[in-house]
């Protein structure tokens, strides 16, 4: 017989312990210890009250792990990871796991439900649409570790945009920012980062989230990309990312890590431009929907 808890009854070491044998296998390493499974609890509004653990007798088999935001409005959830211990794959868990996890986000008043799932992983693709979701956004992660090349001030070479500095929750007040994007790649989940503003005679026309890591010597060493977009139906789109790209990513003659986190792919422009300075696709995810 199967039985349902909190996973806040767990100790923090026994969640950890239970994240990673859920994820054991995995098409990407996501294994964490408790310092990374705090920080991401905090960056990503995760809830352990309203997340569920599956149990066969006194045993934990798999979970579910939410966070909640008020966006626009709407109460939104969004799936962290549905996890099951190898042992008990392939047997019907998961489509218990789900229905037991929308019934608590209908006790939630919850609105719209969000996840991501690699591209590749059909039977959890399956198993969401089983549960309702849609898949509405292919989601693609860039990276590049060495320099980039000079494609953007060759676009740019005059900048014509102001690009400015600000802090990450500026965008929430732009009409074109993205709020429904992937949970990782809104701004509540970047409060530590930045963002940009790129101007045009005090017209916002584009912004990018990101996130930057210095050295000691001031110097850069890693940054990521959240999200970069101009404004809609712009007849100059290409100059506004390369502008902002720019001044997120410089210096381009500087080895470092960037990376550029579950852009939308149908963001062309933004998806041909990074190729075009030295990325490459590191990994492939869709977008899925619920609505309550």
């Not at 980062?193 to 996130?211: A, F, H, N, P």
């Not at 902002?244 to 470092?256: F, I, N, V, Y």
């Amino acid at each position: 017989m199967v039985t349902f808890q909190s996973m806040s009854k767990l100790s923090l070491e026994e969640l950890v312990w239970l994240w990673n044998k859920g994820f054991e296998g995995y098409f990407v390493p996501i294994a964490m210890d408790v310092d990374k499974f705090m920080a991401r609890a905090v960056n990503e509004g995760l809830s352990l009250d309203h997340s569920i653990m599956m149990y066969e007798k006194e045993e934990p088999i798999g979970f579910v792990i939410n966070g909640f935001r008020w966006i626009g409005g709407r109460k939104v959830a969004w799936n962290g990871g549905t996890g099951i211990v190898p042992a008990y794959r392939g047997k019907g868990v998961g489509k218990q796991l789900m229905h037991q996890n929308i019934l608590l986000y209908q006790k939630q008043n919850v609105e719209i439900a969000l996840l991501e799932a690699i591209a590749q992983n059909e039977p959890a693709i399956k198993l969401y649409r089983h549960a309702g979701y849609d898949i509405t956004e292919r989601l693609i992660t860039l990276q590049c570790n060495e320099t980039l090349n000079n494609e953007l001030q060759v676009l740019t070479p005059h900048p014509k945009y102001l690009v400015r500095r600000g802090l990450s929750r500026e965008v929430e007040l732009l009409a074109f920012y993205r709020s429904l994007s992937a949970w990782q790649t809104q701004w509540p989940s970047i409060r530590e980062g930045e963002c940009l503003i790129v101007s045009d005679c005090g017209e916002t026309v584009g912004y990018l989230l990101l996130k930057r890591v210095l050295g000691e010597d001031g110097m850069l060493v890693a940054v990521t990309v959240y999200q970069c977009e101009a404004m809609p139906c712009h007849a100059d789109t290409e100059a506004i990312l390369s502008a902002a790209l720019q001044a997120a990513l410089s210096p381009l003659d500087h080895t470092c890590k960037r990376v550029a986190v579950n852009l939308r792919e149908s963001n062309l422009e933004l998806i041909s431009l990074l190729k075009r300075i030295g990325f490459t696709t590191s990994v492939e995810q869709v977008h899925m929907k619920l609505l309550l």
